[in-house]
């Protein structure tokens, strides 16, 4: 994991800030184009190594604040700080290094087509120059954990929702990144894959990444006691976990795996 402060004022980004923060929002606002402000003076401190959800109705803006922390959008007023710096007015030349920080999952998945599982989920690997034999060690071994050791050469267009959502989501992880956005993460798997999901994001957490996952699936929530950024009516509140209701089922089921302390791969 890289320190908070490696990146100085040449790159382009705003010095200061808490170095223990991830992500900072301070009174940031957004609107789309010449529509009603979706968010007003919203304030928020990801601390590293922190786990929160993202909740809020359909609408409330989960999407579109994931999107002004990997810097897809920016804010309409307000400041945004990433890994200890401003990056509210940052050039576009520095968002591939910070997004190198950052394992994000889409909603809409986003895989390379024409790329097999495998390659999708190793290209993060490949472009920091990952010793290929790592590579072909590494890939599997996740993608069997998220139950796809029999998908490894196929192609996007061929799985289902749920397998591309989970290709989508071992690719995010792979590479242990410094933080993790994950958008709607468990929206098209079973029960027993969502529970196996959260497993799998809580093993990287405990090595350091901070996390942020919007869902709206409020039985999973309620099994893991994380903290949550709630929206609702263009603002967020930071709530304490939902009071636990029954137990996660058991993960142990299928591949190892990965613990805290090696690599998730
Ligand atoms: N590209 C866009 N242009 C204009 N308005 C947008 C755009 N994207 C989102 N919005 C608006 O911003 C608001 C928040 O949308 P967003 O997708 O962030 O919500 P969400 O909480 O992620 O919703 P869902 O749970 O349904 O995915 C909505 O009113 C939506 O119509």
Partial sequence: ???????????????????????????????????????????????????????????AGKSSLLGLCYLALRPTRGAVTLFGRDVTRAPRTVLPRLRRRMGVVFQDFRLINHLSAMDNVALPLRVAGVPESDIRHHVPELLA?????????????????????????????????????????????DDRIATRLLHLFEELNKMGTTVLIATHNEQLVRRFPHPRLHLDAGGLTCLPPLPAT??????????????AGQRPV
Avoid: C
Avoid at 159 to 179: C, E, H, M, T
């Fill in 246 to 259: 029954d137990p996660a089922p058991a993960a142990a089921a299928g591949p190892q795996r990965p613990r």
């Fill in 145 to 189: 954990w998220v139950g796809l050791a029999d998908h490894l050469d196929a192609r996007p267009p061929t799985l289902s929702g749920g397998q591309k959502q989970r290709v989508a989501i071992a690719r995010a992880v792979i590479n242990r990144p410094d933080l993790l956005l994950a958008d709607e993460p468990t929206g098209n798997v």
């Fill in 1 to 59: 994991m890289r320190e908070a402060d490696d990146e100085g004022p040449e790159d382009g980004l705003g010095s200061g800030g808490d170095g223990a923060a991830v992500v900072r929002f301070d009174q940031v606002g957004l609107r789309y184009d010449l529509g009603p402000e979706i968010f007003r003076d919203i304030a928020f401190t990801l601390d590293a190594g922190s786990f929160h959800f993202l909740t809020g109705s359909s609408g």
